[in-house]
């Protein structure tokens, strides 16, 4: 059985330790810069827009998590959720928390009358693509991720910069 609850501060080291685990899993095990300090400000800071959703056991031991935004669909006029991380620790795994980790986003987002619940998955997981189209979901197949970062997204950052200068100067 599995219990879905909020996260709390006391949760930040478990899931930051799942982040690590779930990088390693990924194959970018040096890619998590993420700290403390910093999960617990984007979680539990002044103005959180970052929430973690936990899975424990019947014991109270956590077995997973979710963490997951808003995201908003100009078509439709209202908010989605967007699953950034679902983790569950792989002694767990088949024991339904990921399942139950996902049913809750999804009343989350009926409840809240969102008109939607979406994630990426890496091509290769195909453990989790076939756990993910068996609940229901389904793949955007016409739809590819895009995404500026590091250098590239500094440079054409600081081109803003530079046009918002030359317009100011007329």
Known sequence: MSVIRPATVDDVP???RMIHDLAIYEKEPDAVKNTP????????????????????????????????????STWEGVHGIYLEDLYVIPDARGEGHGKALLQHLAATAVE?????????????????????????????EEWSTFRLTGGALEAFGSKAGQANEALARG
């Open 37 to 72: 300090a910093m999960l617990t400000e984007v979680l539990f800071g002044e103005n959180p827009r970052v929430y973690a959703t936990m899975a424990e056991n019947s014991a109270g031991t956590v077995q997973g998590f979710a963490l997951w935004f808003l995201n908003y």
């Open 112 to 140: 809240r009358g969102y008109a939607r619940v979406e994630w990426s998955v890496l091509d290769w997981n195909e453990p989790s693509i076939k756990f993910y189209k068996n609940l229901g979901a389904f793949p955007m």
């Open 14 to 16: 478990a899931i930051l």
